[in-house]
């Protein structure tokens, strides 16, 4: 069971250093950032590679 909850801290982590990340990016750029943070935060890496596919 600890293996599994430093699994799940760690992808939580991830997940919302990736959003933080899309966030600056979008807000730089002028963008709506809410959309992004939110599919990135629940997606994860998926999120951001389609933010940086669709996004640019």
Do not use: F, P, Q
């Not at 760690?10 to 600056?24: F, G, K, N």
């Not at 979008?26 to 890496?45: C, E, M, N, Q």
């Amino acid at each position: 069971m600890g293996r599994l909850k430093t699994l799940l801290g760690v992808t939580a982590v991830a997940h919302v250093a990736l959003a933080w990340l899309v966030s600056l990016d979008a807000k730089k750029r002028g963008d709506d950032a809410g959309k992004w943070i939110a599919l990135t935060l629940l997606t994860g890496v998926v999120g951001a590679a389609k933010y940086v596919r669709d996004g640019r």
